[in-house]
């Protein structure tokens, strides 16, 4: 039996892609699965839905006419299925994560940085999925909702994560899937949770400091089933020292010349896309080289595992 996941990723979770990019992974078996998405579709009524619209008054759960006692009526309309769908997850058998990126604090720390922040989430994410895949004894097959300018290098990324770690890859379907949001109900559960997770650091980091009822209401299943992880101030601090002291060199193994000199080479422009073949062509070099971790200036070898410091949010300080 395969562990079914579904992966809803936002690269920009606040309407002006500004402070935070968010992405969750939901993961069941396919009959867990059906017994959730036959509640989601009758509450949802063949609307689509979408957490932050829905919670906004926007789009499709926009008021049908200009008066207030419609806007109003609308608005109530909008939390009642929030909280309704909200529930159903709840009272579900599937469990997920959702993972929110401080993008004010990326700005403040590392200012000019590549906008590596929504791929890093993507990554995480895979990562979780692989360790629960393993935990449970069952192949993941990955079905992810993403947008067209990013499907691409998803895809590049998955490829290149599975290539690069045959743990990973033991558990790790060899094909991911696309799907739209608006087509998947299953996908749509994580669309929620992606945005719980982005209100969860919004709230932490963000002048509004408070709970939502929302993520209590998911966060407090027994057993838990549901969390968020947040990378915020403390761990682009942490990885700025890195930089500046020369380690995190040591532990990708290249440096910034090294990739414009292989786009030279390539006689290609910078892109995501081309980054991410370069960290690829950096880890097919190592291991035609036989190198276990990677080169160190002083010819020994170092961890590859980038350096960590990570903000669990499930409430302000924690997950649990």
């Known amino acids: 039996m395969e562990l079914v996941v579904f992966v809803y990723g936002d690269d920009g979770a606040d ?15 396919d009959n867990w ?48 299925l929030y909280r309704d769908l909200v529930t159903i997850l709840a009272e579900s058998k599937v469990g997920g994560i959702g993972i929110a990126i ?15 922040a929504y791929y890093r989430s993507f ?4 990562s979780r999925v692989s360790y629960v895949a393993e935990q449970m004894g069952e192949i993941a097959e990955v079905t992810f909702d993403i947008s067209t300018e990013n499907e691409y290098n998803a895809g590049l990324l998955y490829s290149y994560m599975r290539n690069g770690d045959p743990k990973i890859a033991k558990w790790l379907h060899p094909k991911i899937s696309f799907v739209q949001t608006k087509n998947s109900y299953r996908v749509q559960t994580a669309d929620l949770l992606a945005y719980e997770a982005w209100k969860v650091l919004d709230h932490t980091v963000g002048a509004i400091k408070r709970k939502r009822a ?13 969390e968020t992880f947040s990378y915020s101030t403390d761990w682009f601090t942490d990885l700025r020292k890195h930089l500046q002291s020369g380690e ?22 910078h892109s995501m896309s081309n980054l991410f073949h370069f960290i690829d062509w950096i880890r097919v070099r190592d291991e035609q080289q036989g190198i276990q971790g990677v080169r160190s200036d002083s010819g020994g070898t170092v961890e590859s595992s980038p350096p960590r410091n990570q903000e669990e949010t499930g409430s302000v300080e924690g997950g649990k």
């Open 33 to 80: 699965w059906e017994e959730l998405e036959q509640k989601w579709a009758a509450r949802c009524q063949g609307i689509p839905f979408h957490a932050k619209d829905c919670e906004s008054d926007q789009r499709d759960f926009r008021p049908l006419n200009d008066s207030q006692a419609e806007m109003d009526a609308a608005h109530k309309r909008n939390k009642a």
């Open 102 to 116: 401080d993008l004010v604090a990326q700005k403040k720390i590392l200012p000019g940085s590549l906008p590596l």
């Open 15 to 29: 309407e002006k892609r500004e402070r935070v990019t968010a992405v969750a992974v939901i993961a069941g078996y």
């Open 248 to 269: 995190l060199q040591k532990i990708v193994g290249f440096n910034e010349d090294d990739y414009k000199n292989w786009l030279s080479h390539k006689n290609r422009q």
């Open 123 to 126: 990554l995480e994410a895979l």
């Open 214 to 226: 929302s993520w209590e209401a998911l966060r407090n299943t027994t057993p838990q089933r549901f």
